[in-house]
């Protein structure tokens, strides 16, 4: 595989939190091991994640053109991009990272960054756990967040494709 | 289906997960030490009973924690307790899910640093626009 700047960077990043987990060590053996026993039981949880995403990048690169994809969620897509987003950001599920990758394939398919971040931002309102919000925050609380969180996703939408217009 | 375009896309999503494996890795290892290394309930203390400052503090903190939602509304239900303002409470709940600092480095190495930059900044003010919308709408309603 070619080893690009981009690709080391990720290797570069895993040997900085290597070298503080390192220096923690020295510091506190037990915070080091009782964060390893939480990172464990997060792998136990996000491999499944991980597969349905690696399925999803599969569908997507198989069946769905770059041309397809930037029409319905590229520039111009209109409404129906950011419902899709919104939907699709409610509808997804596990750690927010697990995602990157394939939200960095939809760029490179030419998805707007916008859409990018409404998708993100509609992670936070999550059918599931809507009833232990209720619980602690109640109902009339619960359903005016989620409003509020779904109308301002479209605004920092709008923000992102104001300031961004990188091409990754 | 096309075995060898099957074959062929499988390789490169393949390929495409693994490129990112290292900063999903280094996030994960990362959001492990800091939940060990810092004990949730310290946090409570930062707050200064101030509503407006609160919201910024609330935001700040949602924005550095990270891990299930599901603990950001046992936080946030302890923190009212303590007699910390709705607003606080509900901007910290909002960048817990919506600001990423632990997965910073990642999110910037996979969607670009401008955009990450942008995002949770944005994120991190809007925590607040929200929880003051929606403060304020439910005291209305």
Redesign the interface.
């Known amino acids: 595989m070619k080893r690009t700047e981009k690709s080391m960077a990720g290797w570069y990043f895993l040997t900085v939190v290597l070298v503080i987990y390192a220096i923690s060590f020295f510091i506190n053996k037990d915070v080091v091991f009782n964060g390893l026993k939480y990172v464990i039981k997060l792998f136990e949880k996000i491999i499944p994640i991980f597969v349905l995403i690696y399925v999803l990048l599969v569908l997507i690169n198989y069946f769905v053109k770059p041309k397809h994809l930037a029409k319905h969620l590229g520039e111009g897509s209109g409404v129906k991009g950011w419902l899709i987003a919104i939907v699709a950001g409610i509808l997804s599920s596990g750690p927010i990272y697990m995602w990157y990758p394939l939200l960095n394939e939809l760029q490179k398919h030419g998805v707007k960054n916008g859409l990018i971040a409404a998708f993100l931002y509609n992670r936070a309102v999550k059918p599931a756990l809507l009833p232990l919000i209720i619980y602690y925050f109640g109902l009339k609380f619960t359903v005016v967040l989620t409003v509020v969180m779904i109308g301002v996703s479209v605004i920092q939408g709008k923000i992102i494709d104001k300031f961004v217009v990188e091409v990754k | 289906?096309e075995n060898a375009?099957?074959k062929e896309?499988?390789i490169?999503?393949?390929?495409?997960?693994?490129?990112?494996?290292?900063?999903?890795?280094?996030?994960?290892?990362?959001?492990?030490?800091?939940?060990?290394?810092i004990p949730k309930h310290y946090y409570g203390m930062l707050f200064s009973k101030n509503p407006i400052i609160d919201s910024f503090i609330g935001s700040g903190i949602g924005s550095v924690l990270a891990g299930n939602?599901?603990t950001s509304?046992?936080l946030?239900?302890e923190f009212l307790k303590q007699g910390i303002s709705l607003v606080a409470v509900?901007s910290f709940m909002?960048a817990w899910?919506?600001v990423?600092v632990v997965?910073y480095?990642?999110?910037a190495?996979?969607?670009?640093?401008?955009?990450t930059f942008?995002?949770n900044v944005?994120?991190f003010f809007?925590a607040i626009?929200?929880a003051i919308?929606?403060v304020a709408?439910?005291s209305l309603?």
């Open positions: 289906m375009k099957l896309v499988m490169k999503s393949a390929k495409s997960l693994y490129n990112s494996l290292p900063v999903l890795v280094g996030v994960i290892l990362l959001i492990g030490l800091a939940n060990a290394a939602p599901v509304y046992i946030g239900g509900t909002v899910v919506t990423g997965q480095p990642a999110e190495i996979l969607l670009g640093k401008k955009f942008y995002r944005s994120a809007l626009v929200v919308i929606t709408v439910v309603i």
